[in-house]
Nanobody, 126 residues
């Protein structure tokens, strides 16, 4: 099992940047595929980005492509989401998620993830 904890959220003006971190417990972090999701008020949770077990492959939702970067540091058991050029529509609670999987697919569906963090609020003001 793995426990996840997000940090780094906050209030930022449009055009600004934030970096979210997700720290994971356990000794087999490098066997987990990781993802970031977000949920805005009144909306369903949606996929943001995914990274494979090694960090060598990534995938993004079209809405964040070119602005957000997902990465991981397996030595630190941490996955990151660098968010640049933030827009008011990026306002949401951001969640990291994990699945014990070291295959080649990048997981985009929330139903494929087994472990979730508690979320961190990101608010982008116009």
């Amino acid at each position: 099992q793995v426990q996840l904890g997000e940090s780094g959220g906050g209030l930022v003006q449009a055009g600004g940047s934030l970096r979210l971190s997700c720290a994971a417990s356990g000794r087999t972090f490098n066997s987990y595929a990781m993802g970031w999701f977000r949920q805005a008020p009144g909306k369903e949770r949606e996929f943001v980005a995914a990274v494979n077990w090694s960090g060598g492959s990534t995938y993004y939702a079209d809405s964040v492509k070119g602005r957000f970067t997902i990465s991981r540091d397996n030595a630190k058991n941490t996955v990151y989401l660098q968010m640049n050029s933030l827009k008011p529509e990026d306002t949401a609670v951001y969640y990291c998620a994990a699945r014990y999987y070291s295959g080649s697919y990048l997981l985009q569906s929330e139903g494929l993830y087994d472990y979730w963090g508690q979320g961190t609020q990101v608010t982008v003001s116009s």
